[in-house]
């Protein structure tokens, strides 16, 4: 075989031999999978089926005839290699390639669509850009190589590293990781829930099987905390508006004179604010949410609810008081700490032993609604 330009291959004979050695910038491949035993393969007479623009990929059997067509056959294209690895070979991770179709010229890229889940499950779809700006979606790496011939090695040896750009990037693939898992909403998932039933904890997650033998968990917090906190941060911007309004007509009072406004609010807002930037993000993601994703949100949130507890117990009540309430909150939230230890730490027995604990409707601590 002979490789021509990047953007055609010429010469090329499906008989021939592989050949021996790594695969260098401007090799021929062709790509197996190997649980169908097909080849990876494009028609320009074909549109992809999401996007519409590009040519279509598609899968052919190594044993039929479009499996002897060079359409299978794609040029490596090294992309700014690693600065250790600019050998022109091919190194796990550390070498961006692209892929060029030998017969149409077309390069292979993910067009981040996503394939109909009926017959797609989902899946992103891959497709074949014959003339365009060549960008980060063009480009693909080789994660993993095998070879039993090969003596192992650290892969760290070999690559350079920035933090600040292994930062972004990290950041950036984590961001369209997570939108690409979307939701059904053609069906009910009792692992899921929307961000808006995470405050008040409408839906606790069951983690595991909930027959009479498994050892059952189920992800709920603290009610008191939950809502007590839920209440004190929903609550918190009507105080504001109310306190900045008294404020400017200056019916404060003596309570906030020398300052102790702007102390409170200081203190408040960053707590309030904690809460705000770990939970209202989430309203932008079209990922799949759980309520676990709602815990860092909380953890500031219930760090709000004792600063209100205790600022509004200093301006109502005197010094023995205040004591009774920090007494009396901090025994009653053990308490339904403790009440609930058996879902926490899990329950191996039937669930209709554990009396009281069914504290909404829509907790499924005894039944699941929507399960099938």
């Known amino acids: 075989m002979v490789a021509g330009s990047f953007n055609t291959a010429e010469n090329i004979d499906m008989n021939a031999a592989p050949i021996e050695g790594a695969i260098q910038d401007g090799d021929l491949v062709s790509m197996r999978h190997n649980s169908t035993s097909t080849y990876l393969y494009t028609e320009s007479t074909f549109t992809a089926p999401m996007s519409g623009k590009y040519h279509e990929m598609s899968a052919v059997s190594v044993n039929s005839t479009e499996a002897k067509h060079p359409n299978i056959m794609w040029v490596v294209e090294i992309v700014n290699p690693e600065k250790r690895m600019k050998d022109g070979r091919i190194h796990p991770l550390g070498t961006p390639i692209r892929l060029r179709n030998a017969v149409s ?116 917090g603290n009610p008191l905390l939950w809502w007590g906190s839920a209440v004190a941060c929903l609550a918190f911007p009507l105080q504001v508006l109310y306190l900045l309004v008294c404020w400017k007509r200056g019916t404060l009072g003596n309570r906030w004179r020398g300052g102790e406004l702007r102390e409170y609010l200081e203190g408040a807002l960053i707590l309030w604010g904690g809460w705000a930037l770990h939970y209202l993000p989430f309203f932008l993601m079209g990922r799949v949410t759980y309520l676990h994703h709602y815990l860092p949100a909380l953890y500031f949130g219930i760090l709000f609810l004792a600063y209100q507890v205790y600022f509004v117990s200093t301006w109502y009540l005197g ?54």
Not at 124 to 132: F, P
Not at 190 to 207: A, I
Not at 340 to 347: A, I, R
């Open 105 to 220: 010229g077309c390069v292979l890229l993910s067009t981040g669509e996503r394939l109909d889940k009926d017959w797609g499950w989902g899946q992103s779809e891959i497709a074949c850009e014959k003339d365009g700006k060549m960008g980060d979606e063009h480009l693909w790496t080789i994660e993993r190589h095998v070879n039993k011939n090969m003596k192992a090695t650290n892969l760290g040896q070999h690559m350079s590293s920035s933090f600040l750009r292994d930062f972004a990037v990290l950041n950036r693939q984590m961001w369209l990781t997570n939108n690409a898992l979307i939701p059904d909403h053609d069906k009910h998932n009792v692992l899921e829930s929307d961000p808006l039933t995470w405050p008040f904890m409408v839906y606790p997650m069951r983690m595991v099987g909930w027959d009479d033998r498994s050892i059952k968990y189920l992800e709920v």
């Open 319 to 372: 010094e023995r008081s205040i004591r009774k309430v920090v007494y009396g909150s901090i025994v009653l939230v053990v308490f339904v700490f403790w009440w609930f230890s058996p879902l926490t730490y899990g329950w191996d027995k039937p669930i209709k032993q554990l009396r009281g604990m069914q504290w909404a409707s829509s907790w499924p601590v005894y039944e699941d609604r929507f399960e099938l």
